[in-house]
């Protein structure tokens, strides 16, 4: 079966500092990996994927994420945040090469930005 | 990206009665819902699936007779809470997903109390 633990439940940086927010992954297929953003009162925002092709992503607003298969590991990064960046992040694994299929979710990393 | 809309954003209701929650796709068809569930401060579970046409396939220990699903087109899907009870309170989250687009888009969320 396939999970993801994401390892902090709140990280706080200060705007313009880098981000870290670390994901590590079980599966006993080849995985595909999601990182989602949460906003309040908006739905979940899909910031980058990865489905086996370039293990470094590139995703929207700056984000990236690196899959490690010897590290089983998939952490987010942004080299400088903003206070905008401030929401609920999760890591996502899913069985099948697509978003489309079934999904199964982290616990979630609030990330705090301060001025 | 794809818009998914739901409806009410937020209910109140009374032991013993049921709640009906709204999913639409606004601007793309979605042949697959999928609805999810939040408790507070906790990650997404996956309730079930639900393919325009056919009966929804509900994720272990969900009970199908409790929480209707409805999935009469391509740009809407209804998930009824019957009977809901206290802890039944918690935040429902619908995505529609496509082939098209390999992913799934998800509504804001509609959160449920339960008196």
């Known amino acids: 079966a396939q999970s993801v633990t994401q390892l902090d439940s709140h990280v706080s940086v200060s705007e313009g500092t880098p981000v870290l927010l670390r994901c590590n992954y079980s599966s006993s297929y080849s995985p595909s990996l999601f990182w989602y953003v949460q906003h309040p009162n908006k739905g979940l925002q899909l910031l980058l994927k990865y489905t086996s092709a370039a293990t470094l992503v590139k995703g929207i607003n700056g984000f990236e994420a690196e899959f490690k298969k010897s590290e089983t590991s998939f952490h987010l990064t942004k080299p400088s945040a903003h206070m905008s960046d401030a929401a609920e992040y999760f890591c996502v694994v899913s069985k099948s090469g697509t978003g489309f299929q079934k999904l199964v979710f982290g616990t979630g990393t609030r990330l705090l930005v301060s001025p | 990206g794809a818009v998914v809309s739901q409806h009410p954003s937020w209910v109140i209701c009374k032991s013993g009665t049921s709640v009906k929650i709204e999913c639409r796709s606004l601007d793309f068809q979605a042949t697959t819902m999928f609805w999810y569930r939040q408790f507070p401060k906790q990650s997404l579970m996956l309730m079930a699936t639900?393919?325009?046409?056919?009966?929804?396939?509900?994720e272990q220990g969900v009970e199908k007779d409790k929480f209707l699903i409805n999935h009469a087109s391509l740009t809407l899907s209804t998930l009824t809470v019957t009977s809901a009870h206290p802890e039944d309170s918690s935040f429902y989250i619908c995505?529609?997903?496509?082939?098209?687009?390999?992913?799934?888009?998800f509504g804001p969320g509609t959160r449920l109390t339960v008196l």
């Open positions: 639900s393919n325009e046409g056919s009966k929804a396939t509900y």
């Open positions: 995505a529609g997903g496509d082939f098209a687009y390999n992913e799934q888009f």
